[in-house]
DNA sequence: GCCGTTTTCGGCCCGACTGTTTTCAGTCG
């Protein structure tokens, strides 16, 4: 049992002692002990060993016992009593938005309804319309969430499913009987979210299937052999088997995108089978294209003009500019935070803590504020030989009305202001977008974060008139947050060009809520790629000097 | 279920919105 599986039979407990309608508070003691566990640096079986488990804050006896049972016997009494007392389906429902435990345990107690296909149902033959507490309007809101789940059950974050398939591959190398394997497809292209893993091979089906028995034979495009099906968890994969005299040209069909093959082939005719795929784009005239760029958005016109932009790095990030402490709803303090940023080779950290009604993630009052910026300094004298800095910044609340949610005298002590969408997230395009925009024209306003506010296969984003706001953004000089948190990537890098070929400038942040979050530029560089970002145009793969010059400037600009 | 005590009980993050009601329960962030 490592602590991820212990952590996540915590957090199944928890939905069905929520599902059984069991005190709140002792739900949240089950979901935070899940979160203690996950944050344990030493494995929990260790501690079970040590009988230590009691000295982690939010494990007490009770939770001690039912984690010594769960790391001994992989399940516990409860959980399985839970699971015989409540139908397995009924965890799920309560993923949809507009379903709480109670609506679910009524759903299930007066009609049955125990899963998403008999809530799906009983939406379409009008029996839920009988019960009490379920309008017309809920009813809807339903139905898309159900449509939405749909969309999403087939797809996986690239963060979940690239480190699986990189492993993969490794096995696949290690295999004998396997000459060479690559990664291919929409993870290849480091699609924000994929559908399957693919990999292309050269060697034999049973060397493969030694891997992964699970995979059978499909007469496939081009006249290569398939394996098809699913990882362990039911993931799908695909393998597409070859020979070395071919090895480019079928990773190059099966990386893709289909678009950008058929655009190929419409004007430079069908690749001939080479061992290597730089010698397609060679034989055509044109530079190597990366993977990422293969989606058809003029990259063979910008081949073929050698405009290919030279795209960022992660190595040319020089700090990141939102992040979390224990100021607000960070894991990590401020000291503990900077000092990972600084051993990761970052030249500056800016803090980015939730504002004052932002109660929920423990939003800084104006008093706090102050003392976070009185350690700033502080800790800045220590940084300071080792050529590092802590930048003041906030992640202040846009409030419904576009206003923000601190004083200007208060805003203008930031080094730095992301202005963020926590609340109302459902309005129109029309007043989401005056909302952004009122929020722009404010001159301490530096960067727009996460502007669109989806997470990606849980909830859309609210709908905003882009070519208004990056003319706003040009206009007022306020940069666009790329978050790289893989649940965001947000901006979408479909509309990173359009911001860049307008002069507004890219911030990459994790908004780190702890240290490992840190690593989450990783993605948010993979997202910037794909939307043909170079280090020019982004705000942080600048020097502290040349970022400080620029944040000066545009407040100097804009100042009435 | 945890925690911290003014130490075995009461508070635990809470304000706003939504859709349903007809004064609020449930959900959300």
Known sequence: ???????????????????????????????????AIEQLDEPVAERVRQGTLTEVPGIGRGLAA???????????????????????????????????????????????IASLDDLEDALRDGRLNQLKGFGPRLHEQLLHALSLRRRYRALRLLAQVLPEAEALRERLRQQPGVIRVELAGAVRRLMEVVDRVELVVAGSAEAVQQVLPQLRQQSGLHGGMLLEGALPDGFPVRVALTTPDAFGTVLWWHTGSEAHCRTFVRTYGAPEPCPEEATIYEQAGLPFIPAELRED??????????????????EDLRGVLHNHSTYSDGRNSLREMAEAACNRGFRYFGTGDHSQSLTIARGLSIAEVRRQQEEIQTLNEQFAARGFRILSGTECDILPDGSLDYPDDVLASFDYVVASVHTRLNMDEKTATERILRALRN??????????????????????????????????RVALEL???????DIDWRRVRDATAAGVPIVI????????????????????RKGWLTPEACLNARDLDELLAW???RRQSVQP
């Open 1 to 35: 049992m490592e602590n991820r599986d212990v952590a996540r039979l915590l957090r199944e407990t928890a939905r069905l002692l929520e599902l059984r309608g069991e005190n709140p508070f002792r739900v949240r003691a089950y979901e935070q002990a899940a979160e």
């Open 509 to 528: 942040n994790p908004d780190a809520h702890a240290i490992d979050e840190l690593d989450h530029v990783r993605w948010g560089v993979a997202a910037a």
């Open 551 to 553: 944040l000066h400037q």
């Open 443 to 476: 001159p301490h306003v530096t960067i727009l974060g996460h502007p669109t506010g989806r997470l990606l296969l849980r909830r859309e984003g609210y709908p905003l008139d882009w070519p208004r706001i990056i003319d706003a953004c040009a206009t007022y």
């Open 297 to 314: 958005r003029g990259e063979l016109e910008a081949a073929a003009h050698h405009a290919l932009p030279a795209l960022i790095e992660l």
């Open 483 to 489: 978050n790289a948190n893989p649940y965001r990537l």
């Open 66 to 112: 039912q984690i010594q049972e769960l790391v001994e016997r992989g399940t516990s009494e409860m959980l399985e009593r839970l699971r015989q007392e409540l139908p397995p389906g009924l965890p799920e429902l309560l993923t949809l938005k507009g379903l709480g435990p109670q609506r679910v345990r009524q759903l299930w107690q007066t009609l049955g």
